[in-house]
C-alpha cells in the first residue's frame, strides 16, 4: 500500500525555526518542504486559482516523485455548489494541469449545509478527466442518509470519499469508494492542542491498512491542524505507525 503523507499547506508563518530553519526565505519553502515530505495539499486553489504558471513553477520546484493535491475552488463548491460545473472545472483542470506528473488528487470539500444531491454531485465528476482522481468530503448529515446512491455514485467514478478525522475521531462513514483513498486530520484531542497522540494515530493507521491491503492501492493523507507545526510533527509520527506496521 502505497502512503503518501502531508500537510494541508505548507507556507504556515509559525513553522518557521521548526520545519523551516530561520533564516530561509519564504520563497524556498516549498523546496524545503519537499525534501521532508512526497506530497502536499494545496488549499490556496480553494481561495484564488493559482494561474497555470505558478503550477508550472511548483512542478518545477519539486522533485521527481513528489505529488500536489488540489483542494477545487470554493467558487464551484461553495458559491456554485456543484451546479453547471463544466466551466469552473475545465478552468481548474486547464490550470493544474501545468503540474504534468505532480498532479495528485482534487479535492471536493462540500459546504457544511449542503444537503445530500448525488445526481449533482454525479454530474460534477462527470466533468472532470478520467485520468484525475477526485476525492469528496461531504460535511452535512443528510449525504449519509442516502448511502445507497452516494456509494452508488462514488464507486462509478472511482472517486474516493474523503475519511475526515476532528478530534481524533472519524466525523464520516469510514467507506471505501475507490481503488485509492484519501485521509484529512483537522485536529486531535492531544496535548498541546491541536496534536495527535500516539492511539488516535495508530488506530487510523490500522483503519487504512484494513480497507486498503494491496500493494497497489495508493492512500494520501493530509494534516491540517496546521498550527504551532503540529501538522508537521502528526504527519511525521504517523508515517512511523504505518511504517511499524507494514
Known sequence: MP??????????????????????????????YAAHFATVENNNAFYRLPTAETFADWRRRTPDGFVMAVKASRYLTHIKRLRTPEEPVH???????????????????????????P???????????????????PRHPSWWQRERELRAVLERRDSALCWADRDSRPVAPLWRTASWGYLRFHGGRATPAPRYGRTALHSWAERVREAWPDED?????YFNNDTGGAAVTDARAFGRQTLLRR
Not at 17 to 25: I, R
Not at 120 to 136: S, Y
Request: net charge negative.
Open 119 to 137: 445526481g449533482t454531485l454525479d454530474a460534477c465528476l462527470r466533468c472532470f478527466p478520467r485520468t484525475v482522481r477526485v476525492a469528496v468530503e
Open 3 to 32: 502512503l503518501l503523507i502531508g500537510t494541508s499547506g505548507w507556507q504556515y508563518r509559525d513553522w518557521r525555526g521548526g520545519l523551516y530553519p530561520q533564516h530561509l526565505p519564504q520563497r524556498l519553502w516549498l523546496e524545503e
Open 217 to 221: 492501492d495508493d492512500v494520501y493523507a
Open 91 to 117: 478552468r481548474l483542470m486547464e490550470h493544474a494541469a501545468a503540474l504534468g506528473d505532480r498532479l495528485g488528487p482534487v479535492l471536493l470539500q462540500l459546504p457544511p449545509n449542503l444537503k445530500a444531491d
